[in-house]
């Protein structure tokens, strides 16, 4: 609770009580380092740093010597290109590590965009738990690959600086591999333990510095319901069971509701933290928490039908023309 000063000013925090009947949580993300770089990422004056401050320490890291990146989505991608065009010919001193089988670009197809789209997040809910969990890893190229321009940029400037050496540029680009141990050799030199999925091979790999494209995961939301923790009903995987409407699915002596927005995708699949389905999300919310629905929800988003039976679809629709529903008696039936 913030304590106003005299002119209003805030003079600072003091706990405090707020009570209500229900709870939506909007835990966002934090940036994500691997357990083996953590105590690297961690350590005061290491070169080991997460793609969310490489702008802090661009220039830095354009000095050094050799640079290291890792992770193939889109921020790795960026960083290896802004690094490659601003590098001496010849002496690029790159490397660009991912666990992906490969750099690949981002599926942008309008209808593969549209398993971020309400009707798919319906089907993937009503998916038994190991299906769920099998098939977000599958889903890499939803969110972690790379746009189409950007990674022909870095191919044109690979394939640019190549004409214009004497051989192939400094740069080295290895899918498939992962980051085993990590650790520093000298002052200014650190070493990587490098495992390549599917050749099983193990090798060494040194460097000056790191930045880890590594991503966002969602922030736990266990400290901050920790009270409720006994009332909380888990699936096999002892994560939080939630609903289709974003509600936990709590003791009945719990009479109030808890929603989480960024805390589900193991339930509500990879467009839960997509900014796209943020007003569909919160209308969903704010139809569950009133007597009469506020919103009224579209009952097809998609062309693409996700399942043979229908996954909880609405009967309402917002204004507009209605389009006839053509997949045939199966789409129609409503559940």
Not at 170 to 182: E, F, K, Q, W, Y
Not at 203 to 228: C, F, S
């Amino acid at each position: 609770v913030t304590r106003p000063g005299p002119a209003g000013d805030e003079e600072g925090q003091s706990p405090g009580r707020v009570h209500a009947r229900n709870l939506v949580l909007g835990v966002g993300t934090e940036p994500y380092v691997p357990e083996p770089l953590r105590p690297l990422a961690e350590a005061p004056n290491v070169p080991v740093l997460h793609s969310s401050d490489y702008l802090e320490h661009r220039e830095r890291l354009l000095a050094t010597g050799h640079v290291t990146v890792i992770g193939s989505g889109q921020s790795g991608a960026e960083v290896f290109l802004d690094l490659l065009r601003n590098r001496p010919l010849g002496a690029e001193g790159l490397h660009w590590l991912a666990r992906t089988p490969a750099f690949a670009p981002m599926e942008y197809s309008k209808l593969g965009l549209e398993q971020f789209s309400p009707d798919y997040t319906r089907y993937f809910h009503t998916l038994p738990e190991p299906v769920r969990d099998q098939l977000v890893p599958r889903q890499w190229q939803l969110y972690k690959g790379i746009a189409h321009e950007t990674i022909d940029a870095i191919h044109h400037e690979l394939y640019r600086r190549a004409l214009h050496s004497d051989g192939w540029p400094g740069a080295v680009l290895t899918p498939g591999v992962t980051v085993r141990t990590a650790g520093r050799i000298a002052a200014a030199r650190l070493e990587l333990h490098l495992e390549h999925t599917q050749q099983g091979t193990r090798a060494r790999h040194t460097t000056e510095a790191v930045v880890l494209a590594t991503g966002y995961r969602e922030r736990p939301v266990d400290t901050l319901l920790a009270a409720l923790d006994p009332y909380i009903r888990r699936d096999a995987s002892e994560r939080p069971r939630v609903e289709a409407d974003h509600r936990l699915v709590l003791d009945p002596v719990i009479k109030g509701s808890v929603y989480v927005q960024n805390a589900e995708r193991h339930t509500h699949g990879v467009g839960t933290p997509d900014l796209g389905l943020a007003a569909w999300r919160s209308a969903v919310i704010l139809n569950s928490l009133l007597a009469e629905p506020a919103y009224r929800l579209p009952s097809r988003t998609a062309f693409t039908a996700f399942g043979l039976q229908p996954s909880g679809r609405c009967d309402t629709v917002i204004g507009g023309p209605h389009l006839p529903d053509q997949r045939g008696p199966l789409a129609r039936t409503r559940t």
